[in-house]
């Protein structure tokens, strides 16, 4: 069983990712801002980090810059999960550091798919 540090600001979106992920048996830590996900990334270690990228006071793209340039981060792997779905939003995600790059609408099995990927 893996754990996994959501970072989403949408209610909805919120709840929906957190049951897809605890119905495959992940463990799933909640989180609605980024700036309090550089913390708690660092404090519990999660086995991956799936990150919004449209949030208000920091990016998803500037936390995962920000995960993997701090030492006590930089080795979890980060799936980026946005509505963002132009091939430059994919390309920053993954300058940024991130593992993996899934657009919204997503099914289960995608996202099940993606953080399995990610965590290999």
Not at 17 to 22: A, K, Q, T
Not at 55 to 60: D, H
Not at 64 to 70: D, E, I, P, Q, S
Request: charged share 25%; net charge positive.
């Amino acid at each position: 069983m893996s754990t996994v540090l959501l970072v989403e600001d949408t209610p909805t979106q919120m709840q929906l990712i957190e049951s897809y992920l605890r119905q495959a048996g992940h463990v799933v830590i909640r989180i609605t801002d980024a700036k309090e996900a550089v913390n708690k990334a660092a404090e519990k270690q999660p086995d991956v980090i799936i990150t919004d990228v449209v949030m208000p006071g920091m990016s998803g793209f500037e936390l995962c810059r920000r995960l993997k340039n701090n030492p006590a981060t930089a080795n979890i792997p980060i799936v980026i999960c946005s509505s963002k779905d132009q091939e430059i939003d994919r390309l920053w995600g993954m300058r940024q550091g991130a593992k993996a790059y899934l657009v919204k609408p997503f099914s289960q099995e995608q996202l099940i798919r993606t953080v399995k990927i990610a965590m290999a």
